[in-house]
């Protein structure tokens, strides 16, 4: 087809790419550093032994808080090893059995009261007002001497506040002296783009159906958090999460038809016949391995076996 030259108008690239210079931890497995994971298996897949890897490989030692939203954590022995090697890098650790705990509060009669409440959604406001998630579970981590745990801190002593490393932030009360200040960021040395957080949900079933955590699904990055879903069934997500995963990896086992819902919301770019086909190679028995998986990569439009081997279509 032949085109004729109007003016001389390119389009620039303004403000930069807001892309992380560093390249992430564990970037043989995942290229983007805070992207959506689903692992779509059926039981004894193999699925927790994966998991361990991406955890191990993503990780960083001693500092990503790592989330367990697992119902059967303590009931899978499969879990020992991750939970292990989490405690013995001194990483933050926490563990739910479920998305909803319970507090106890006064009535308007000053009677103690239970109350329902999601554990997601409290998570979210922390961060969003900068209070530092405290872990539940204890770890080989050091103790600090002195200092404060938040980020965000109230205050009418900055001479306190700057001896462990907080700079103003803003006045809230200048009648008391009080004001806001924020924990001055350090730099990091490390030459990865690291995690806070890696939140790990599996098994849930349609806990993982629930508004708040697909507001998560679209939200997570602004916290520097990577999601690892598992779960046997694809409709435990609701549609509007699974259209946020970055990444899929699905294990043999998948009626025709189950894949051919999940071909349609992976949007992928060979036709329906041919990604059958596909999924058939890259989760076949092997002489070393009776666990293959298809690795599916929305982003860069590849499709692996496992992830060291990348299908060339």
């Known amino acids: 087809m032949n085109?004729?030259?109007?003016?001389?108008?390119?389009?620039?690239?303004?403000?930069?790419?807001?892309?992380?210079?560093?390249?992430?931890?564990?970037?043989?497995?995942?290229?983007?550093?805070?992207?959506?994971?689903?692992?779509?298996?059926?039981?004894?897949?193999?699925?927790?032994?994966?998991?361990e890897n991406i955890l191990r490989n993503v990780m960083q030692p001693g500092k990503t808080h790592v989330h367990f939203f697992v119902p059967t954590i303590k009931k899978d022995k499969s879990y020992r090893s991750i939970l292990k090697h989490v405690k013995d890098k001194g990483n933050p650790m926490s563990i739910h059995l479920d998305l909803f705990g319970k507090e106890v509060v006064k009535d308007s009669r000053g009677r103690n009261k239970v109350i329902k409440y999601n554990i997601l959604e409290k998570m979210i406001k922390d961060m969003e007002n900068g209070i530092e998630l405290e872990p539940n579970m204890k770890t080989k981590e050091k103790k600090q001497k002195g200092g404060f745990k938040k980020s965000v801190i109230y205050s009418n002593n900055p001479l306190e506040c700057k001896m462990f490393g907080y700079v103003f932030k803003e006045n809230s009360n200048e009648q008391e002296g009080r004001a806001f200040f924020e924990k001055k960021p350090k730099k990091s040395n490390s030459k990865y783009e690291e995690l806070d957080h890696l939140f790990i949900f599996d098994d849930c079933g349609k806990l993982l159906k629930n508004a708040i955590f697909g507001n998560f699904c679209r939200t997570n990055r602004h916290f520097r958090c990577k999601n690892l879903i598992s779960s046997q069934h694809w409709n435990d997500v609701d549609l509007g999460s699974r259209m946020q995963l970055d990444y899929c990896l699905l294990f043999k086992g998948h009626r025709k038809a189950k894949l051919e819902q999940i071909y349609e919301n992976l949007d992928c770019s060979v036709d329906f016949d041919d990604f059958l086909e596909l999924y058939k190679f890259a989760t076949a028995d092997t002489e070393n391995n009776t666990h293959n998986f298809m690795y599916v990569d929305r982003g860069n439009s590849q499709i692996r076996k496992n992830f060291d081997e990348l299908i060339e279509i």
Do not use: H
């Open 3 to 51: 085109t004729k030259k109007l003016n001389n108008f390119k389009v620039e690239v303004f403000g930069g790419n807001d892309r992380p210079q560093k390249p992430p931890r564990g970037k043989e497995l995942f290229d983007l550093p805070f992207g959506q994971i689903f692992m779509a298996s059926r039981k004894k897949s193999g699925k927790t032994t994966v998991i």
